[in-house]
Each structure stands twice: as C-alpha cells, then as structure tokens.
C-alpha cells in the first residue's frame, strides 16, 4: 500500500498533470500547428484537446483495475512477466527520451533568444540541478510545488494578452483553407505538446478518493491545458499575417518583443524567464517517472537513489546533439515514442486486460 | 553541521556564476539610438548613426553623437560604424529609423530584416521615411536646441501619433503588413525646415515601396476611416455660408475647425457576379466644435447647415484619399485582406495582378458629419 505521507489529493493530481503537460512545445506550438493547418490552427488544437480526453480515458480505464499498482507492478499482471518488464522498461527509456527532449529543446531556446554565448553544458547543468533536487522528493512534495506555480500559467496569460492591442481578426479567414484533413494533421502537431498525461499511471495510486474523482481532475487538467494552448495559438493567429508565420519559429516570444510596459521593457524576456519555470515542471515530471521506474526494477522501490543517473542520461541525451537536422530527427523518434508509449501501448493493455477478465470469469 | 557548511558554500556560488558568458556591460558598450538609411549616388547605401553618449559627470545632459558610413547592407554599414567608435556598438536602444524617400523607393525589407532576426534588436523603434536625405535630419543634433535628435524626432512622432495625423506603428507592427499580399501601410513622412523637422503627411507604401504621399488632412482621413482614430483628430475646413465675398481673401470667419469626438465606420466588399468589386465605406462623425468665430450655433437650422456643408465636404477629401491612394496602388484599407478572408475564390484569380485590380475596385465613400458638441459658448 501507499504510504499516508505520500498520498496526494485530487486537485493535486490536477495540478500535477497540468504542469506536465503545458511545457517546452507553447513557444512554438502556434508555428507548427499554422503550418499545417493554416487558419484553422485553434480548431486543430481543440480537436488535438479531445483526442488527448479519449487517451486519458484509456489510461484512466487501466489504472482503474489495478487501484493500488502503479505502472510498474501492474504491467507484469496484464502481459506478464517477461513482456511486463519489457514494458517497464521501455516506459522508462521513453520518459528518458521524453526528458531529453525536453532539455534539448529548452536550451536551443534560450541559446537563441537571449544566452547566446552561454555553453550549453552550463544551462542543462543549471536545469538538471533543480530538476533533480526536486525530484528526488516524493509525489506529494512535487504536486505542491506544482500547484504553487501554477500561478505562472495565468501570468502568461495575462501577458498574451498585452498582443491584443494590434490584432487583425481576417487573418483567420478562410478558416478552412488548409481544408479538413490538414486541420486534422495539424492537431497531431499538437497532440504530442499535450502528452504528460501519462503521469497518470505512475501517480494512480497515490491519489485519494474514487476513481471518477480522479478521471474528473486528469479531465479538467487536460481541458485547462486545452484551452490555454488554444487561446495561445488563436493570439499568434490573429496576430502575424499568414506570410509572415513561416519566419517565425517562436511565435509567442516574437510577439511580446514588440511590447514595452513602464517598468518592463522586454516584456518577452520576462515570459521566457517564467516559461523557464513551465519547461522545469514538464522535466521534473519526466524525471521522477523515469527515476520510479527505475527505482522499481533496481533499488526496490526507492525511487531517490535512481534520480542521479537518470538525470545524468538525461544530460548525455542532451549534448548529443550539435545541429539541427540531428535536433530534427530525435525530436521524430519522441513523437513516435509519445504516440507508442502514451496511445498505442496503453490500448492494447487495455483490450488484453478486458479479454483476460473475461476469460477467467468464463474458466469460472 | 555538514548542511551548515553546504547552505553557506551554495550561497557563495552564484557569485561566480553572473552571467560569465553573456554578461554585457553597459560601460563597455556604446549604445545606438538612431538610425538613418540613405541612397549614394551609386547606389550604395549610406547610413548615419546616432550613439548616445552619457557623460560621467551627474549634471551634464547626454550628447548625441552622429556620424555615417557607405556601404552595401546595412549590417556591413553597422560593423563599419563599429570601427569608428570606441567601445561596442549595441542596439538595443534604437528608438527610431529613418529612411530617405530615396531609398524608400526601393525595397525597405532588407534594412528591417537585422532588427527582425537579431533577439536582441528592438522592435518597438519608430519608423519613418525622411523628403530629402535622412542623415540632414540627423544631423540637426539637436531639435530646438535642447532634446538631442533620436529622442526629439521619436517625441514627435508620437505627438503626431496622438492627432491622428500618422498611423501608431513600428518596426515590428508593420511586417505583417508589409508581407501581407492583401494589405499595405502608411508611414509617418518627416522633412527638415530650416532647423526643425516637421511632420508633412504620411508616405504611401505598396508591399516592400514607398509609391507616394498624403498630406496631414488626408492622412488623418484615411486614419479615421480606417478606424484608427487616436486621442485627438483636428480639421480645419473652409465653410462657405451665405454670403460669402466673392474674389475676397478668405476671412478667418470662413473657417470651422472641428475635432472628431466619436468616429464609426463599417467597410463592406462586395463581388459582384461579373467579380467586380465595389467598397461601400460608410462613416459617421460626431464632431465637436472648437473653433468658429461666425458664432449662432444656437440655432438648428445653422448647426443642420453646417453639418451638411461639412460633410460634404469631407466625403469628397475622403474621395480624393482614397483616388489618391489607388493611383498608387497602396491598398491601406486592406481590401485585398478581405477577398482574401472572404472571397478566396475571387482573390485566386486576381492575385496575380492585384495592384491593377485594386486600382479599378469602385469606392463608395460617404462621411456623414454630426456636431455634437460645441464649447461653452453657442
């Protein structure tokens, strides 16, 4: 059983998955999705927002047979020894990768926005001394932390919103130009932004209350998330013409470079310093998974001792890459890593886990 | 002990850690406050400077220093302005742009490209072309002997910015504009007289070019009925009412000036089955008066009178903007953006030579004129 000390509660949960999910990708995640999706970009990311509801109930469906095993113990149950630790295993390296990812892309953002002479080994060093000291506590320790600042997402919100002043509203027109089966493209884009759900299958256990509790603050966390990505790429949509979107990679940063308030006068620095905060929750998040898994398999649960040499992976994964082609291809392989761990894998624990149940109660 | 030890040793950490590789001193650098873009006769680019310099001592005002260079990109101009200064040149206190209408004849992306890609550019600077040659206008140093030129020519800006006579922009907000296909902008246009730079209208762009100018009243017209009204919009217009002296000099008692309180205006583009297209631009005015000397407003009848003399007469200086600017082809109502929203069909099959097609849509102006308000005396 989960000890008391440990337990968090649901609006904790909420928070947690929130954090994890809202990180690295907002910077760009308008540029992407406009790409493909062109006007239609806000409604790619809604539909993105319903697609990640439908995996969140299958994740949810899982846990909820096993309400007191985290990932770990459960897999070997539902596809047995061998295969289970496979799996463990490979959710391990994916919440690595995904981890990596992460830092790679957070110090190829602010190498270019604003510490342009910064050697990159200083800014992970910087990111993986924090990410570590946090995550080496225990879930509840990092759910508060969560909740505590989550008060920066609305912050960037409100900063967002000082682009209003000069927007143009038929730069969504046609809204369908790009037609439906590239809006429907364009929501992929989206959804691998929106992936820490996951979480979910580590924290289960550790949540109070009822099942339908839970799925209710993984649903409201997800819509949150949803709905700020959404109001994120509406803003950039409305806000740089249709020619003018290929440029600019970073949209949200580009946008509040042009404003100056009395005491501030990059407003987009200031953004950058609190989403510095957003991507350290999203790597916390990674970190801990992995380093739980990890503690699972090799220190008999105690997932502190695994935090180190996870975060040092991590740091190794990071530095590999010196260009962008190589940033390119890792950035594909955690794609499809989101797409196998987070949606493919789960579903076929699912349907083998249903038919399991069923045979037995047939054998009965 | 051992976390004594640790919390007193981290505290001290960060003191080594400032900032070792990015740090940019503001005593080391010189910073650039003004920018002027010129055309040589070659052809070449000339680009004039101004560096702020902010004495040590505490009493002392800041001086501008200028000077210039010819070169081919503006980035090579800014290096070799580099070499002529102590110190390194730093930009990220710009505060305006000047380009001469010369060199705004050609295409002005190139000069804005640095103070887009570099982060650490500004991108709120002003921007403005300059009749005659920018580095002229830089040179003043000073605008009326105390406020050096960047900050004196950015003040002025922004005053006329609050009359409604220039659009409110800057670097940042015309580029998706300017790279719009579907719509184009107007920029503040400065002339120096005598020692004072003045604002005399705005310049007309078609996507990357300067392709001509209004002047103030016109631009005050085209910034109201795109809806852009700032904290103020003056007009003074001649209103001839009866008995009016023929062959006489006008008399200041033929005059009204008028400030535009509240300004309404809905635009529509219509297509037509034959794909013609048709503006209706619809305004309403509520105006007030601050200025007429012939007095009597007491009166419905004159106020009736004057609200139609007054429209009238501004329907046709809009009129005249808006042929003004399709003569140009500077679509600034952004017609094309609405074809574009709204028409994609028509907009494909006119794309191709928009700014001919754009010169043959048929505007259907009308500015409706109410005075609301008139002082305190009738």
Known sequence: MIKEKSRITQGQLMFLILQIQVGVGILSLPYRVQAV???????????????????????????????????????????????????????????????????ILFTDIVGKWILMDTPRWALLLLMIATGVYLAKESIRVIARLFVSVSFFIIVMVLLTMAGYTNVNFTYLFPITEAGWPNILKGSSEVLISLVGFEVLLVAYPYVEGNSAGKLKAASLANMLTTLFYAFEV?????????????LISEPLMYMLRSFSIQIVERIDLFFLSIWVIIVATSFV????????????????????????YAAFVCFILAMIPQDQKTVELMNQIATISAYTFAAGIPFILLVIAYFSRKRRMEER | MRRVILILVSMWIPLFLSGCWDQDLLREVRLGYGIGFDLTPEGKLFATLVVRDVPSGEQQKPIDDIFSATSRTPREARDKLDKKLSGRLRGYKYR???????????????????????????????????KGRAADVLFL??????????????ELIASEEELTSVPKINVRS?????????????????????????????????????????????????????????????????????????????????????EVKKAKQEMNVLVNKQEKIKVQLNATWKVNVIEYPRDQLDEESNVAKLNKILSKDLTRLAKQTIQKMQKARCDGFGVGRQLIAFHPEVWKKKEKNWASEYQQVQFDTKVEVEITQKGIIN
Not at chain 1, 86 to 99: P, R, S
Not at chain 1, 234 to 246: G, H, K, N, W
Not at chain 1, 286 to 307: I, M, P
Request: hydrophobic share 45%; glycine share 10%; proline share 6%.
């Open chain 2, 174 to 258: 015309i580029c998706p504009v300017m790279l719009d296909p579907g719509e184009d902008f107007v920029l503040p246009y400065l002339m120096k007289k005598e020692e004072r730079v003045e604002v005399i209208g705005t310049a007309m762009f078609h996507q990357h070019q300067m392709v001509g100018t209004l002047s103030p009243d016109e631009s005050t017209v085209y910034l109201l009925l795109k809806g852009k009204k700032a904290e103020l919009a003056r007009f003074t217009r001649k209103v001839e009412v009866e008995g009016e002296r023929e062959g006489e000099s006008p008399s200041p008692y033929d005059f009204i000036t008028i």
């Open chain 2, 96 to 130: 305006v742009v000047l380009i001469s209408e010369e060199r705004a004849k050609q295409d002005i992306y190139p000069l804005l490209d640095v103070f887009y890609r570099d982060p650490k550019m500004p991108l709120n600077t002003r921007i403005a072309v300059v």
């Open chain 1, 234 to 246: 509406f803003t950039c949509l409305i806000i740089f013409s249709p020619a003018e979107f290929p």
């Open chain 2, 141 to 154: 140093r000073e605008l009326g002997g105390t406020v050096p030129i960047a900050k004196g020519i950015d």
């Open chain 1, 37 to 103: 999706a062109k006007g239609g970009g806000w409604i790619s990311t809604l539909i993105a927002g319903i697609v990640a509801q439908v995996l969140i109930l299958i994740l949810w469906a899982i846990c909820r047979r096993y309400p007191s095993d985290t990932l770990f113990t459960f897999l070997p149950k539902i596809a047995g020894k061998f295969f289970g630790k496979l799996l463990g295993f490979g959710y391990i390296f994916h919440f690595l990768f995904i981890a990596g990812i992460i830092l």
């Open chain 1, 285 to 308: 998040g990674y970190l801990y998974l992995a380093s739980t898994g990890l503690g699972y398999f090799f220190h008999r649960g105690e997932h502190k001792k695994a935090v180190y």
